[in-house]
């Protein structure tokens, strides 16, 4: 069973902030919300993860609720190039054996 | 971040053959290898864990003997799909992780397989 939900697909205006919605409700103590997206034949790529704080990086900020049982990944100014399925990923830490397991994600259509 | 690389990027065989997909850490060792398969416009489906020096752990589903994974070093993981069919089509992605970047993995470009 998927551990995450994601609306199946967003549209954006170019130069405007992205919000991408991910709800996980059954979300347990030591499981962190990882953020990967795939431009269209491409592998792939990371963008940030958290456990219960906000975390900001060059790329994107990941608002996380008290709760932790929902979070928000912002692209604070999309650009064209940000077109991309958003993956949302819920999993203990990485370590040796832990896998992603990749949901059906988020279509974001960044448009001029 | 860190790079891996897949070899080739793309590749056309006809039914029956084999085909070896390569998986590459460029500048780290990979103590750990997944083994992704995607087909059109679906998500990326986990086929198997490849850990450097031991065999593979394949989910649920996904022939061992159809797909052979072998981790022979800590930068190379290598993926032969055996007597590929059209059904084989199929964009294979493979991601590495070491202790190094304990919360991260890092995904290759991928590679195109088409089977006629």
């Known amino acids: 069973d998927a551990k995450t939900t994601q609306p199946p697909s967003m549209d954006c205006a170019e130069g405007r902030a992205a919000n991408l919605p991910c709800n996980h409700s059954?979300?347990?103590?030591?499981?962190?919300v990882y953020w990967y997206r795939q431009i269209h034949s491409q592998g792939p790529q990371y963008i940030i993860h958290?456990?219960?704080n906000n975390e900001t990086n060059e790329m994107a900020s990941l608002i996380i609720t008290e709760d932790r049982k929902s979070s928000t990944l912002i692209l604070p100014h999309a650009t064209l190039r940000d077109t991309a399925v958003y993956y949302c990923?819920?999993?203990?830490?990485?370590?040796?054996?832990?896998?992603?397991?990749f949901g059906a994600g988020t279509i974001l259509r960044v448009k001029s | 971040g860190a790079v891996v690389s897949q070899h080739p990027s793309r590749v056309i065989c006809k039914s029956g053959t084999s085909v070896k997909i390569e998986c590459r850490s460029l500048d780290f060792q990979a103590t750990t290898m997944f083994w992704y398969r995607q087909f059109p416009k679906q998500s990326l489906m986990l086929m198997a864990t490849s850990n450097e020096g031991s065999k593979a752990t394949y989910e649920q589903g996904v022939e061992k003997d159809k797909f052979l994974i072998n981790h022979a070093s800590l930068t190379l993981s290598t993926l032969t799909v055996t007597s590929a069919h059209p059904e084989d089509s199929s964009f294979y992605i493979c991601s590495a992780w070491d202790s190094d970047f304990y919360n991260e993995q890092f995904f290759g470009p991928g590679t195109r397989l088409t089977v006629l």
């Open positions: 059954t979300i347990s103590g030591n499981e962190y």
């Open positions: 990923i819920v999993e203990a830490p990485l370590s040796r054996g832990n896998k992603l397991v």
């Open positions: 958290g456990l219960k």
